[in-house]
């Protein structure tokens, strides 16, 4: 794998990983509005229509995780790589791990999810300035060779 494929598939996992993040975001946000509202339902029909979105809101949000832990890894491992500009990188995204296990934690309140909701903010920030800077060099490398 030459230097150019390096930068474009981390480029591409990045991006997903920046996606993903936000979805896990969105997934703890319905999951919190669903829980308000199964909690102030007396209907029985409401009760279990409400209890299905909730399940099925958790299904979707352990599959986004498991995506996730895909990108992290992948992530994660680059820092194996001696090539300038993913070394770079080193050291930059090791908060993806608290990131994973504060994904799978149950949020009661809209002062939790705040705080969660800003790392997320802050890593997905990161993550756009560094899909930049590959794109500033795909760019770079793609002018030398002509």
Known sequence: MNYKEVLDLLKK???????????????????LRNQESLKKSENPVQINKYQNLIDTERESLQKTITQLEGYVQFVLNQ???????????????????QIL????????????????????????????????????DIKIIKKQKK
């Open 13 to 31: 996992v990045l991006f997903s990983k920046q996606q993903t993040l936000n979805k896990i975001s969105a997934h703890h946000e319905t999951l």
């Open 79 to 97: 820092e194996r790589y001696s090539i300038y500009s993913l070394s770079r990188f080193k050291n930059r995204y090791h908060e993806l791990l």
């Open 101 to 136: 296990q504060l994904a799978n934690k149950s949020y009661n309140t809209k002062e939790d999810l705040f705080e969660f909701g800003a790392l997320i903010k802050s890593t997905t920030q990161m993550i756009f300035k560094d899909n930049q800077k590959l794109t500033e």
